[in-house]
């Protein structure tokens, strides 16, 4: 009979696992204490991680195959020995996050079905002021993972120009990683102004290889997100493994690794071993706070010459000399696109655009969206070869309490005679389909 429950002794806690033999990674049968023994084994990395930040749980309770869901606000019932603290938020609301300091903490949580972990880059004694910057490099579909290691060698080149020490990581998925230790004198709005203007000067020393522009449309090359540096925007942390069928990791590097470094090789399988014999490559950084003196005057340069503030995610308050919340092709002057078969909204909701958008797929996950793409792709060749990666949109959308993906295609550079028409949706899925009003 499968145990129901199995004790640990860590850090001077009993710490239950229920549910140890609970099948958390299907294709690779990872079970729930195996991704509890994974986190024992390389805890001070892990922790290191998230070490003092309040975290925003990202829950799996019935593994990575399974629907998800974020919790903000500590479970009521928990033990003495979880600390938390109180956060606000942009919306005004608040909420008591756990913090995590110690190895019974983090199995602790980990029990709960978080399987990465997503710290805040703020530490609980100073929530206004971060001690991270984040650079958050993420590829454009048809991006592929020499050109994502290129541009993060760019963004050490960049941040050593502007007296910033990069330390890399995988991000555990297709993107890539680069925090900065900073003082903590800066606050929010400050830091993302620091991270605009060096997604504006990796664009400039790269431009179509890297990118700094908000709007999809526009992006060609692999997006330098500067928006994670927005408040109450997490990313997961040093070791968190990832919800990929095989178990990555996102895994500290040294700067020699990066040029021949493959994310498929951490996995928590690979990780402790790794971790023992090499130590972990983040344990400095600590020791090593930079300034943001330079990247805010590089700021300051941007604006005299025109260049104002970068648009904001949706959810955020307008900021003072924000560019309109408007993407580029949305003109009064265009058209509305037509919705699918069956849909009151199209691909652009009912905005006017000038570009000739078509809507693919709505999907409960991104790998469903993505082969609704490949079947569209095999029913239009002829428009397909046309298309460059940035036609490709693949957006993360919000529904009740998980996220949905949409996959739209942009038909500019296929020629006016191959352009399909707005069909069936490859994957139909409706995030509000058994939803009740009150």
Avoid at 241 to 268: K, N, Y
Avoid at 391 to 398: E, P
Wanted: charge should be neutral; hydrophobic fraction near 35%; include cysteine.
């Amino acid at each position: 009979m499968p145990a129901k429950k199995v004790v640990l002794e860590l850090a001077g806690h009993d710490v239950a696992v229920s549910n140890p033999d609970k099948v958390f990674f299907p294709r690779a049968g990872y079970t729930k204490l195996d991704l509890v023994q994974y986190y024992v084994a390389v805890a001070d990395g892990a922790i290191r991680g998230i070490d003092g930040r309040p975290m925003a749980m990202k829950r799996y309770v019935n593994g990575v195959e399974g629907e998800f869901f974020f919790q903000k606000r500590a479970p009521a019932s928990r033990p003495d020995w979880i600390e938390t603290v109180e956060l606000s938020f942009p919306s005004g609301r608040t909420a008591e996050e756990v913090v995590v300091r110690n190895v019974a903490q983090l199995v602790w949580i980990v029990n709960l079905g978080c399987v990465d972990l997503n710290p805040h880059p703020v530490r609980a004694d100073d929530l206004d002021h971060p001690d991270e910057l984040r650079v958050d490099l993420d590829p454009m579909p048809g991006i592929e993972w020499p050109q994502v290691r290129d541009v993060a060698l760019l963004c050490r080149e960049t941040l050593a120009d502007y007296g910033l020490q990069g330390w890399p990581k995988t991000s555990g998925s297709r993107g890539f990683h680069v925090y900065c230790r900073i003082d903590r004198r800066w606050t929010f709005p400050e830091v993302r102004r620091a991270a605009v203007a060096l997604a504006r000067e990796m664009e400039r020393r790269a431009p179509g290889i890297a990118t700094g522009k908000w709007w999809k449309e526009e992006r060609e090359g692999v997006f330098v997100d500067y928006n994670q540096n927005a408040k109450d925007r997490t990313v997961a942390s040093a070791y968190s493994v990832r919800p990929m069928p095989d178990a990555r990791v996102s895994t500290p590097l040294r700067w020699d690794e990066v040029p021949g470094c493959e994310p498929e090789a951490f996995t928590i399988r690979t990780i402790p071993d790794r971790f023992s014999s090499m130590g972990d490559p983040f344990e400095a950084m600590d020791n090593d706070k930079g300034s943001l003196d330079a990247l805010l005057a590089l700021a300051d340069e941007h604006e005299a010459s025109g260049m104002g503030d970068a648009p904001w995610p949706p959810q955020y308050a307008k900021a003072p000399g924000e560019p309109p919340r408007v993407q580029p092709s949305r003109r009064r002057a265009g058209t509305v696109p037509p919705p699918a078969p069956g849909k009151q909204t199209g691909p652009t909701g009912r905005r006017r655009t000038t570009a000739p958008l078509i809507e693919i797929a709505r999907a409960e996950t991104q790998a469903e969206a993505l082969e609704g793409l490949e079947r569209w792709k095999t029913k239009n060749p002829d428009a397909a070869t046309h298309l460059k990666p940035a036609d490709i949109m693949v957006d993360a959308m919000r529904g009740r309490f998980t996220a949905w993906c949409r996959i739209r295609v942009n038909l500019r550079n296929v020629p006016t005679d191959l352009r399909p028409d707005q069909g069936p949706l490859e994957s139909d899925y409706d995030p509000w389909a058994e939803y009740r009003q009150p």
